[in-house]
Structures are given as C-alpha cells and as structure tokens.
C-alpha cells in the first residue's frame, strides 16, 4: 500500500510529541520532512529517522509527493502556513488556534474551501479516553437531557510572560479547549457568553494585559448551561474535570492520578498528585488524534474537528474576553457578524 507522506512544521513542545506519534504509531504513513526555524530542532529530526529537516515551510511544502502537513508552529504562524499548504493542495492538521483575529480566520477557511483540502484542528481533548466516553454517554441518553456542564481546567503553574504577551490573552490560549470541549459535549451552539476575570496569581500577568483566573457561563441555544472555571495555577498540579448533569442523572470524568495508590494512615488518606501537565495528561489524545485525522484522509470523510470549530471557539473567546471588559453577557451574535 502506498504511504501518506506527511511533513511536520515546529518541534516545540507539541510538534516533538506529534513527530513521535506520527514516525512511531502508524505504519500507512510515513513523516518525510520536519522544519523548524531553530538549527537545533534537527536534533529531534534526527530522533525520530526523519531524514530531511529544513528551515524554510515553503521549501518543505516542495517535498516531492508529499499529501499532508501538520502545523505546529507558534500561533501567529498558522494563518499563513494553512494559507499556503491548501493552495499547494495538501491535507492540513493545524495546531489551534487558528489566529486569534476572527476576520482573518474567516479568510482562511474560505482559501481551504476553494482548494478543496481538508482541514482538521488540533482540538485533542476530544479525543481523551475519558472525555470521549462522557461523549458517548451523552449520546447514550445515559444522563438524559443536559442542563448544566462543569470544566474545571486549571494549569499547574502559569508560562512565561513573554509567552502571555504573544499568546492572545488566557481565553484564546487556554481556555479555548474548555470552549471547543462544551460545545462537543453540548452538541449545539453557544448564544451568550458571561465571563468574570481577574489577576490573583501574578500581578506581571495583569501588567501584560492579560488575566489568570476566570469564571465563564455559557448558554446554548436551547439554554443548556456551561460553567467553566479556569486559572493559570493550581498548587496541586494540573486540574481538568468534566461533569455533565441531566434529567436522567450526572457522569463525572475526575483527574487521571499516575497511579491509583492510596495511603492510610491515623492521620489521613493520601496519594499522588494528578498528571503533571497536558503532554502527560492528555498523551492518548495527541495519537488519537492523528488516529482520526488519518482516517478521515483515507476514507474521505468529514474532519472530526474542522475549521467553523475552530472558529466558533475564537468566537466564544472574543465573546468572553468583551464581557470581562464590559461586564455584561454578550451574544455571540455580537461577535460573529
Ligand atoms: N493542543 C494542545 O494541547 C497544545 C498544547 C500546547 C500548545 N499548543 C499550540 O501549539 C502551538 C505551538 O505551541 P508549543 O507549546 O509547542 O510552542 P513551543 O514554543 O514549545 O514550540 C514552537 C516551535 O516552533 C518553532 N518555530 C518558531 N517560529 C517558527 C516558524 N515561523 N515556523 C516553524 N517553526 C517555528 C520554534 O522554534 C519551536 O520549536 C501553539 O499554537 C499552541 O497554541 C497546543
């Protein structure tokens, strides 16, 4: 069987764990060229029997025969790769988000629509085992009608802020996985978006003109609610809880735990701590991923997460971030006009 030819832009801190999933994971593809404008990122080339590293995304959407990329380079890049990569007719997985100005989004999807490519965002958590079981539960009718989703998200510590000045502030950098993550539990479309912030982490993160912590109430279309409750640091390592509530009953997906260890003593009950951070917790989800996105190239099917995903979660962040300023309920109406 002839192979997918697949080539991998940014070996950051999510492009070394796609290469790896994608040189290791999947005998019908094969990872022919990787670039990165760092000299030192040919090291994780190497790594992964990736021959060809390159410099320059125009020189590597030039490999001969090759039929996808997947873009994993800094945020401001992705417009301008996936501009390119579908004019020169190859399939796309592209980090999320997007961009972070809704316009230029708009722009983008239509160049994909015109060039017939496909486009998948990389929206992993949907893919976690266990979100994805809430999914089917849902689906189920197991918990009845929803009325009300719960995320906690919440990050063990806070990056750089030389990164949040870059990042388009905590809803579109973070909180955007929360975002895409209600809407695909929900299955429907969000109407208003309400959100509180503040800075009680570090007052340099407010300096930057961003925040840390967050509220946000989400209301469907047919007035399901989410709640979303976010912050940059929890002392006790990476928080990421989903719980549906319904007319039937309520499903719950608590912390993954490195082990299920316990101890008990006169004193208490203790344990380990959660999964460090996402490329911990959300390993599986990083292969399923490219799991899905293959299998749609091969079948020909509808992305699992296409581009009005990604773009209807800027949305919602656009809307949360004009509500904290405003500080009022916003429709999404509002923003995507
Ligand atoms: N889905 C997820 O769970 C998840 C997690 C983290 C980051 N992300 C997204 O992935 C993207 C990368 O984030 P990261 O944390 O890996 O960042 P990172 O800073 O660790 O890595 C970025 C890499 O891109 C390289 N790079 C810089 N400019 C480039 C360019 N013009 N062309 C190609 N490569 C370039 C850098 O040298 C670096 O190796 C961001 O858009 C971020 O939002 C997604």
């Keep these: ?39 030192e990122s040919k090291e994780i080339s190497d790594e992964f029997g990736v021959s060809v590293f390159m410099k320059d995304f125009d020189e ?15 945020t401001d890049t992705h417009a301008d790769y996936v501009v390119k990569a579908a004019k020169a007719g190859k399939q796309i997985f592209c980090e999320k988000p997007l961009d972070l100005s809704l316009e230029r989004v708009k722009e983008v999807l239509q160049i994909v629509e015109e060039s017939g490519v496909k486009l998948m965002l990389g929206f992993n958590r949907r893919f976690d085992p266990e979100f994805k079981k809430i999914k089917q539960l849902v689906l189920n009718d197991a918990v009845g009608d929803p009325q009300i989703i719960k995320i906690t998200s919440r990050d063990p510590g806070p990056p750089p802020v030389s990164y949040i000045k870059v990042s388009g502030g905590m809803f579109l950098d973070m909180t955007i996985h929360d975002f895409d993550m209600a809407r695909y539990i929900a299955g429907k479309q969000v109407k208003e978006v309400f959100a509180k912030g503040a800075v009680m982490v570090d007052p340099e993160i407010g300096k930057a003109g961003d925040i840390d912590t967050a509220v946000i109430t989400l209301t469907f279309e047919d007035d399901t609610m989410a709640v979303i409750d976010n912050c940059r640091k929890a002392v006790y390592g990476y928080d990421q809880r989903l719980e549906v509530f319904g ?76 509500s904290v300023e405003e500080g009022r309920p916003v429709q999404i109406d509002e923003i995507l006009i």
């Design 60 to 74: 590597l959407l030039a490999v001969p025969e090759l039929d996808a990329v997947v873009i994993c380079s800094p």
């Design 247 to 322: 007319s039937k009953g309520m499903a719950q997906a608590e912390n993954n735990f490195p082990n299920n260890h316990k101890l008990y003593t006169e004193s208490g009950i203790s344990g380990d701590l959660p999964l460090h951070f996402f490329l911990e917790r959300y390993d599986a989800s990083y292969n399923q991923e490219i799991r899905e996105f293959i299998d749609a190239l091969v079948s020909g099917s509808e992305m699992p997460v296409n581009g009005e995903d990604g773009l209807l979660s800027i949305a919602i962040g656009l809307a949360a971030k004009k």
């Design 1 to 39: 069987m002839k192979k997918i030819k697949v080539a991998v832009a940014g070996l950051g801190r999510i492009g070394k764990i796609l290469l790896k999933n994608l040189s290791r994971n999947f005998p019908e593809i094969k990872v022919v060229a990787a670039m990165d404008i760092f000299d």
